[in-house]
């Protein structure tokens, strides 16, 4: 069974940095889009950020300028860079690949907390 595997979440002060990794177990299909979404206790999740097959990017508006999502297709791995950490970005994050045919996986969640 396809799982993702995703690492780096942790704790971090405010103004910190977490880089957060995400890639099919086994490497056992190529990443057509990749996404990376946060939820908080009794919230909606949201998307924070998203890249195609082609590298065109797209965020939420509240971590424009801190984040940036990115890709290694040697690695077939997506990353999310997370700078200028606040405590409002705590939450689990979650990884979301598409695979070429639109199959969608989502990852497992790790939790990512920012507090002094």
């Known amino acids: 069974q396809v799982h993702l595997v995703e690492s780096g979440g942790g704790l971090v002060q405010p103004g910190g940095s977490l880089r957060l990794s995400c890639a099919p177990s086994?490497?056992?299909?190529?990443?057509?889009?990749g996404g990376w979404y946060r939820q908080a206790p009794g919230k909606q999740r949201e998307s924070v950020a998203t890249?195609?097959?082609?590298?065109?990017?797209n965020y939420a508006d509240s971590v424009k300028g801190r984040f940036t999502i990115s890709r290694d297709n040697a690695k077939n791995t997506v990353y999310l860079q997370m700078n200028s950490l606040k405590p409002d970005d705590t939450d689990v994050y979650y990884c979301?690949?598409?695979?070429?045919?639109?199959?969608?996986?989502w990852g497992q969640g790790t939790q990512v907390t920012v507090s002094s």
């Open positions: 086994g490497s056992a299909f190529g990443i057509n889009t």
């Open positions: 890249i195609t097959a082609t590298g065109i990017t």
């Open positions: 979301k690949l598409d695979d070429y045919g639109w199959k969608e996986y």
